[in-house]
């Protein structure tokens, strides 16, 4: 981890989100969550709880999935975030969001852009994932809408267009 | 009926792709509390760390001070107006006057210029508590000398309910089975994954707020009453909604404290919950506690019920008082019964307040209901499944509660259960450990009367063509608050009209700029609102067959549209596009505009509390669980669940079924986990998301979802209500499913592990 250069009582953070270069002032307080949120404002990344518990703050840090309430913004210096916003290439939609729209996975969306992170994130390292595998990876995002069925079954239709 | 049956239509019957689904996919769509607005402030709220306490002091002067802090608020800085949502029982305030009702009560706010500034704030103030005792349990706040809650409700009775039909104890004297069982619910909640949250902008004397709302309008309603606000100076903006279930139908203290900072400091204020304060404002399902009696006859014939609840109110009424008048209102509605004896106390503790949450009253009555009846169906040697078909309401009936029944198709739901899930193959004949049950439920479609009294139509809608005729905007105060209203109403706007669903832009739920709709609950807004656009479709669709038949030289009467295509019926050749004949239009007349408006018929009863129950319509649903049963741990695995709805016609067969399975998992959250504990304190102890258990994607039954044929004449296109009908059966439908895996039966919900094991330990005890 690259240190954080400390500024009286604040440090500053540089890290690549999306693939630009960002950069902000931050408290040893705030959090990855909060530095996307309101500094970088990348609110597609969701606050549920704020313990870890729902899984709907979820990106990809260095391409690992991480609850981004969880994790301090100098933790993040040096490294590189990936959001839901981060997806879309050239107004093209990544193979999950269009599966998502397609199966009806999405009811509220709340949860949808960690759920997309978390399935990318597996499809990453396991491109044919069995359905037991993606409820696993998928496991720690809470969604009340769904019962998840849905959900799932995007997934696997992601994974399946891999082939 | 499968996924892409289309019946007759255009564009309903079809699984487009929902409307903003592209926006929710790639985070630009923007929930309350992601939205900014310049120079807004965080608010926050200092809550009480007692469950029953009188405020003698608050010092607010050191919060003052601190740098960045704009505003601090007690009581006396804003209005005492009492507020609620069951007129005359309006008994909650901004923030605490004299005492604190529960834990997490709200005593005093701050606005500040950060998130950290405002938290550090409320920690400055300082708070002089004289601790009462508190009443924490709902079968006893009723006894003499128990604290009182609030002064006006002798013996915490926040409602009491007697209703009889027939003459029960004739029935039971008649009967040849009678069996009285008691129950217990659990006190489940929302948890809807966006936490509540709101902006308020005061300006020029009128308030705008942003928010999260099931419900713009009864919000603006509230809020103008409580600021003594004409309703035209308040401004209620849905934003994308996180999930609702019943716990954004009423502002909360997210809007009244918000706005109450905005005024005071002269800048937007923005309140976010956190998760712990979702549990504090709560407005969940009531535990009841309920006692059954029914009476049958040798062939299964139910002759009589008698249902008393005494049910856990918390602290504020709340919409409790519907709460508790539906949970026996829905019983006669899916069983054809004469006699009916219907007692509900519901009580007010030092506890958070419960309201309406998905089926509102109904699930535990259901489940009580449901479980009754197998015991019923054993002790008389009948099969479950043959006793419900023995008394399954028909269509075209009344119940005794004078609920007028058009559409039903209750008995093919049960056949077509029966045969998709193998129920003659299985029952009884599973190994040892596995077991199949059935549960089954019904819902209204849409409230019969709104909240309070008003003669306002309950839906209305505009759609506008725009002057080039390529598109068509929907307006609606319907609210999509993830269940997919935006998209069904779009389709049913483009099927009305004659044009694609891709045609279609809606502008929904904005207090100002849409019409009045009095918003998503009690399932009523495919039939209502869909009333609504169907008119205002119609309406264009009139207008320019009248221009086209004109320009073609045709009769009116021979013109059609379908998709884009004006056409003379029976002359291929003489055909125009809807584009040319809107544009026309605008040249000639103006604006092409549609409007609809929908208000049901009058329905129901005389008696007291005849309205709660009413509606233009009903769904029924039939569902059969398999579960198998670690008798070691108690541990009970549902592998696979076979629902079968009959809800209309369908508008949009993915949502649809996507309806029933997000009900069904939180039916099953509410059967198996789900239940907010308490301290002796009245603290909750589970208040986050950890702790309180929600159904995970590992948590995996099967999920069948059918559905039967069926034609509502009451709705538009032959439509009725889907989202909440669907959890009712699930809890049911578990309990016995396992008693029929294990032979022992569970009253108490939540069926957890401990409680199944310990029906084990005590049944071999028996042995
Ligand atoms: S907000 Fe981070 S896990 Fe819930
Ligand atoms: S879609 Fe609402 S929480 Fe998942």
Redesign the interface.
Known sequence: MVTAIKKGNLHVVRLVVNGEEHAALVKSNTTLLDLLREEFDYTGTKKGCELGDCGACTVLMDGKTVNSCLVLAVEANGHTVTTIEGLERNGELDRLQEEFINQAAVQCGYCSPGMILSAKALLVRNPHPSEREVREAIGGNLCRCTGYVRIVKAILAAAEANS | MSETSTKDFSVIGK?V??I????????????A??L?VPGMLIGKILRSPHAHARILNINTSKAMELPGVAAVITARDVPSTFYGISPARYDETILAIEKVLQVGDKVAAVAAVDE?TAVKALALIDVEYEVLPAVLDPLRAMDEGQPQVHPQYERNISVEIHQDFGDVEKAFRESYVVRTDCFQGNRAT??????HAAISKWENGKLTIWSSSQSPHYFQYHISRVFGLKMGDVRVIKA????G?GGKLEPSAAEYVSAALAMKTGRPVKI?F??KEVFFHNRGRHAQHIELTTGVTKEGKILGVHAKFIIDGGSYTSLGIASAYYAGAMLPLIYDFDHFKFDGLRVHTNLPSCAAQRGHGAPQPRFAFESQLDMIAKELGMDPIEIRKVNARQPNTTTLNDLKVNSCEFTACLDKATEISDWAGKKGKLPPGQGIGIGCGGFITGAGYPIYRTRLPHASAVIKISEQGDTATLYIGAVD????SDTILAQMAAEAVGINYEDVRIVSADTETTPHDFGAYASRQTLMSGHAVKQAGDEIRRQIIELAADLLEANAADVDIDRRVVFVKGSPEKTLTFENVANEFFIRKGPLVGKGSYAPPKLGGKFKGAAVGTSPAYSFAAQISQVEVDEETGQVMVTKVWDVHDCGTVINP??LH?QV??????GMGEAMYEQVVFDDKGKPLNA???EYR?????D?PE?ISELVDSYEPAGPWGVKEVGEGATLPTMGSYANAIYDAIGVRLYDLPLTPEKVWRAIQDRKKLL
């Open positions: 699984s792709p929902k903003d689904a592209r926006d929710k996919v790639t985070g630009r769509a923007k929930y509390g992601d900014k950290e929302h948890v809807p994954m966006e936490p994308f909604v996180g999930g279930f976010v956190d998760r608050i993830g269940q997919g993915s949502l996507g399975e997000g009900a069904l998992f939180m986050n998301l950890g929600v159904p995970t994607a590992l995996v999920v």
